[in-house]
């Protein structure tokens, strides 16, 4: 946490407010090192965040229900969305270790 300064966003102070509290503001941090699972697609690295969000339980996912296969294309959709806001929902299906520097920076935020 900050000792002095000043930090605000959208007109409120979050100077000394916790880090988890920030993030729910909206706010990330990245780093010099792109820190992605370059091995998986591009769209797998964006799933990986909504798994905080999944409701369906472990005997849906092992069974393969309908509300399992209906979360999952949901939640498919968002990925693909945030994938169109930084203009890589074509490369989707790549591995994102294959994408150009910049690309890959854009997948990490």
């Known amino acids: 946490m900050p000792d002095e300064g000043e930090f605000t966003f959208n007109g409120h ?3 000394q407010v916790k880090p988890d509290k920030v993030v ?3 706010i990330a941090r990245t780093f010099q090192n792109i820190r992605l699972f370059k091995h998986m697609t591009v769209v797998e690295n964006v799933l ?3 798994t905080k969000d999944m409701q369906y339980g472990l005997g ?6 309908g509300s399992f296969w209906q979360e999952e294309a949901d939640i498919r959709e ?3 969305e945030l994938l169109a806001v930084f203009n890589l ?5 790549w591995n994102a270790g294959n994408l150009p ?3 890959q920076r ?3 935020i």
Not at 60 to 65: C, L
Not at 89 to 93: L, P, S, T
């Open 101 to 103: 520097y910049g690309q």
């Open 89 to 93: 929902q074509d490369k989707a299906d």
């Open 48 to 50: 990986i965040a909504f």
């Open 78 to 80: 968002k990925a693909l």
């Open 13 to 15: 102070n979050l100077f």
């Open 106 to 108: 854009k997948l990490e």
């Open 60 to 65: 849906s996912a092992i069974f393969r229900t």
């Open 24 to 26: 729910k503001a909206g």
